[in-house]
């Protein structure tokens, strides 16, 4: 029933989920936002691979997971609260920017056109890389910037 294959798919889907649920656990909220970003944009390309090669399914799949994540990830981490009457204005069109890029995925998956993808891809990589710039010290180290004490050799 089972073939070495299917057994080793499994073990590696089950050590990425704990990789991914390690790392949600050991973010910060920053870095949960940015990591709903990377999974929506993932998603849009995961979309797009699947239409051009014609795997409606598939493909129709990708944009539900994409438009799950904005709508139940990216949307309700909104603090309408912060920031006053500014930052209710702010969240407030964020919100209408979020519900703009759903519109695109759910016409882009009816009209099979991978043009909204990339359109809502652009939007969702514009909004991210403003989110990753307001960061600053939040974001995850990168190596360079790491103590050369934290750093690992890693030879081949």
Known sequence: MYGRKAMANSGA???????LETGIMSASP????AMLF??????ISMARHHMASGEIVAK?????????IIDNGLKTSIDADAGGEAGAALAANVTALYDYIIQRLMYANLRNDPELLNEADRLLENISSAWNEIGGNNSTPQP???PTTARLSIRE
């Open 13 to 19: 889907n089950s050590y990425a989920k704990i990789g």
């Open 60 to 68: 129709g799949n990708a944009i539900s997971k994409a438009i799950n």
């Open 144 to 146: 360079d910037a790491m």
């Open 30 to 33: 920053h870095q949960l936002v």
């Open 38 to 43: 990377n999974g929506a944009r993932m998603s």
